[in-house]
């Protein structure tokens, strides 16, 4: 791979690094402001809204201009959220700017990939890409934590005089978002040299209307395709029961281990770990016309997940993170390859990464949604824990039987112009 792969890589890897450093510097601000515990789902809801509201839109605007010039003014929107957090705006609003700068920034990072790469790297290329926000999401977790964690204040915010006078930073949680907005305007930078690619799929019309309508065909379109169908299925199951989960382990590790803040961010961090080892596994043993195969994997991670309930040890509980990550990885790196793949094919990158963010989105909304309720009802989080796992275990199974026949042929099949579905063997 030559530098431009590389310094794709590197913008994503800071960019999702200050998106998951922010969450838990916004998480404390919550706490800060005795805000009711439901607020802290309802924070993540905030982030994920632009991804569905704005779906129809992000699409043909990462196809109509370099993705590397989408990428450098989806940060700026970034920046603009992390700095009126640190002003003082309330953490929902704040994040859910941010969450619009993520919104544009997602169909770009990986439409790039169709782009700049052959089909047959695209696993492998894939793999990279999680493996890198993983490790995003690892040193964001273990950041946010440490620098609103109890050691900065003690140690660093009351023994620097005039550092308030100076900065207009007072308490951990605000040097937490000054040196994550620091981290944003360094991701910005990067995306300048991003190599400038021909323009993809361009719309033919600009208008709302005709915008609304090319989404509607290319979301009914995606869905008929039964490779995309599957797919888009198991990755918008993943991504909402892994934005659930991290909340769920938070929740989990204070009551079955006595953690507290800083020590259960790390906790979400060993799943990370994990979901890099599964994505290396996925990216070398699972070639992209096999990618169904790994279907049954997704089953063994929601019976996993249901173990934590019996777990009150954290030497238990290190390597069973790390299990449920490197599960997770392993089978939803070739389901995004796949989609990316028959996406570009039928309707352009940058749309199908749209229509792909917004069934993604959709769903963490809704499971998050369901999560704040269950809390606002009472349950206990060992209940929260079964019926997530168990839920996860059988949408696994339905897909896995729906699909088990499903793969890719030829290798790399083309589009049949007649169809637009991917051709059969004769």
């Not at 033919?204 to 797919?231: A, E, M, N």
């Not at 040890?313 to 490197?326: E, K, N, S, T, Y």
């Amino acid at each position: 791979m030559n530098r431009g792969f590389y310094i794709i890589l590197a913008a994503q890897f800071f960019s999702a690094l200050a998106d998951n450093a922010l969450l838990f510097a916004a998480i404390a601000v919550l706490k800060t402001l005795d805000a009711p515990t439901w607020q802290t789902p309802v924070l993540q809801q905030f982030f994920v809204f632009a991804y569905i509201a704005l779906a129809p839109f992000v699409g043909p605007f990462a196809d109509a201009l370099p993705k590397g010039r989408v990428m450098f003014l989806s940060n700026a929107v970034k920046i603009v959220g992390c700095a009126a957090m640190l002003l003082g705006l309330h953490p929902l609003p704040a994040y859910g700017v941010v969450g619009i700068g993520a919104a544009l920034y997602s169909p770009a990072k990986y439409g790039i990939l169709t782009e700049y790469l052959p089909p047959e790297r695209l696993v492998w290329a894939n793999g990279w890409m999680e493996g890198l926000t993983v490790a995003a999401i690892i040193l964001g977790a273990v950041m946010g934590g440490v620098l609103v964690g109890p050691r900065v204040q003690e140690h660093l915010i009351d023994r620097l005089e005039g550092l308030e006078l100076k900065l207009g930073v007072d308490s951990a949680p605000e040097l937490a978002i000054a040196v994550i907005l620091g981290v944003y305007l360094l991701a910005a930078i990067i995306n300048l040299y991003i190599p400038r690619l021909p323009i993809d799929h361009k719309l033919r019309q600009k208008t709302p209307l005709f915008i609304l309508r090319d989404f509607g065909r290319c979301f009914v379109q995606l869905w008929k395709d039964p490779l995309g169908q599957v797919s888009l299925a198991v990755t918008t199951l993943f991504w909402g029961a892994g934005a659930t989960l991290r909340l769920i382990v938070l929740a989990w590790a204070a009551a079955a281990l006595n953690f507290n803040l800083e020590q259960a961010t790390q906790l979400t961090a060993l799943v990370a770990v994990g979901i890099a080892l599964g994505s290396i596994f996925a990216a070398k043993w699972v070639p992209l016309r096999q990618a169904v195969r790994v279907l049954p994997v997704g089953i063994a991670m929601g019976l996993v997940v249901m173990v934590m309930v019996w777990v009150t040890d954290w030497r238990i509980a290190v390597p069973l993170m790390l299990l449920i990550g490197a599960m997770a990885g392993y089978f939803v790196v070739p389901m995004n390859a796949l989609l990316q793949h028959r996406g570009h094919l039928l309707m352009g990158a940058g749309h199908s990464i749209a229509l792909q963010n917004f069934n993604e989105n959709l769903g963490i909304l809704i499971m998050l949604g369901v999560y704040a309720l269950m809390i606002r009802k009472g349950l206990r989080i060992d209940t929260i824990v079964l019926v997530f796992g168990g839920f996860v275990a059988v949408a696994m199974g339905w897909l896995t039987r729906q699909h088990r026949h499903d793969r890719l042929y030829p290798p790399m099949a083309p589009v049949d112009p007649r169809s637009k579905s991917p051709e059969t063997p004769k």
